[in-house]
């Protein structure tokens, strides 16, 4: 078994933290913009997040296609920029992994050949595989690193998974956290009545990736009756595309929440006001209107405009904005400028 997160990453991990999925910052020829790259790990770092998710959706599966072959280079180079950045404070690595057996247990091996604390394991394009193949996958990549569990939604390429599935995923031994990322309310609460119903409830972070209901995620506690006892479950923080925009008043909404549900829910209708405006600002950003085509190349645009990214190329050139897109943006900014981070990120761009 490998060995496991050390007692300063898990108690952030279950204290519950913002962490960014992060981008790929490209050069016109479509190698990486090594600077760019580099640059964005530093604006999450100073931006107060707690960790950044490497080599996930929001970085491009297509990193692993031979003829690009970056996600050890996309590894590396967030690793080499948390190392340099001399905290003071734990910060989690999460890297993305993917794949049969064989490609994802490899993976893992890259992932902590670089210090990463956590894989955050993917099911997606394995439609073939039973649940009961996926399990003993996930066996085999937990004996390499701990994992992160991930609930892709399937319009993005992600699979349904059942109750059972999630029971048995959860009662795996080095697995530490799970993101929901399904977009859907009963999907959502399979998981969590999973992870109640498992042996490890106690052992199991529960992060939200429902970019649709972030704030609603951090705010619900559910308490679901197991053998006549019941046992709460919270989504503690965020595994986010949505937060690799914007950074800065995540780490500001997380406090929000936080504060609001010690105080016995003091503020909670501004809350779920402010959780529509983010659900709209998402659904731009990620473009839901046209089934979520432009969700990477929206978060492109709004790091462009910030000037953190130079364009918004992607690997896969299907990937760009949708019509009527930037006007949305637009609008957002417009409507939510208290959301956006703008200022924080002139200020960044300076020193």
Known sequence: ??????????????????????????????????????????????????????????????IRKPEFNLLESVLQLAAEEIDLAKLQRPFIKVAGICGPTEQAVKEAGLAVKHGYHLGLLSNGGLNHLSEAQLIERAKAVADKIPLFGFYLQPAVGGRLLSYAFWKAFANIPNVHAIKVAAFNRYQTLDVVRAVCGSERSDNIALYTGN?????????????????????????VGGLLGHWAVWTSKAVELLAEVKQCVTNNYEGIENLLAKNIAVTDMNAVIFDAANAFHGCISG?????????????????????????????????????????????????????
């Open 211 to 235: 970019d649709d209901n972030i704030i609603a995620d951090l705010l619900t506690p559910y308490r679901i009756n197991v053998d006549n006892q019941i046992v709460e479950k919270r989504f």
């Open 299 to 351: 978060i492109h645009e709004v790091l462009y405009r910030q000037g953190i990214l130079e364009n918004i190329l992607c690997l896969d050139p299907r990937e760009k904005l949708s019509a009527g897109q930037p006007e949305e943006i637009d609008r957002v900014y417009k409507d939510y400028a208290q959301l956006t981070d703008d200022a924080f990120v002139r200020a960044f761009l300076k020193n």
């Open 1 to 62: 078994m490998y060995t496991n997160i050390n007692q300063d990453i898990r108690q952030l991990l279950f204290d519950g933290t913002v962490i960014p999925a992060h981008p790929l910052a490209l050069n016109s020829n479509l190698t990486i913009n090594e600077y760019r790259q580099r640059l964005l790990t530093r604006y999450y770092v100073q931006s107060g997040a707690g960790g950044v998710a490497v080599g996930v959706h929001t970085t491009q599966f297509e």
